[in-house]
Nanobody, 114 residues
């Protein structure tokens, strides 16, 4: 499976962005997917996930500001990010679990200016 993340860009503090993750097949309808991010000089960290049934989970730092969703018919997943903060600046990656493998997209850069 191939994943393609897009939608990153430069936004001011308090702004919004929606990231998209396109899958090459219908894997989002049957498998769990997630969003991760990696800030400069830091390790990659979990942001949000959505499972095959649509149940979601969020990191504490983004809960209430970010929303993960998916459209199984379009093989797409999304990360709606509101009230962005400078500390949200990172490269954002989508992934999907297909045990024992994990597939990653290439990442999209989000920069939040203060």
């Amino acid at each position: 499976v191939q994943l393609q993340a897009s939608g990153g860009g430069l936004v001011h503090t308090g702004g919004s962005l929606t990231l998209s993750c396109a899958a090459s097949n219908k894997i989002f309808s049957t498998n769990d997917m997630g969003w991760y991010r990696q800030a400069p000089g830091k390790q990659r960290e979990f942001v949000a996930s959505i499972n095959s049934a649509g149940a979601t989970a969020y990191a504490g730092s983004v809960k209430g500001r970010f929303t993960v969703s998916k459209d199984n018919a379009k093989n797409m997943a999304y990360l709606q990010m509101n009230n962005l903060k400078p500390e949200d600046t990172a490269v954002y990656y989508c992934n999907v679990w297909d045990s024992p493998s994990v597939y990653w997209g290439q990442g999209t850069l989000v920069t939040v200016s203060s």
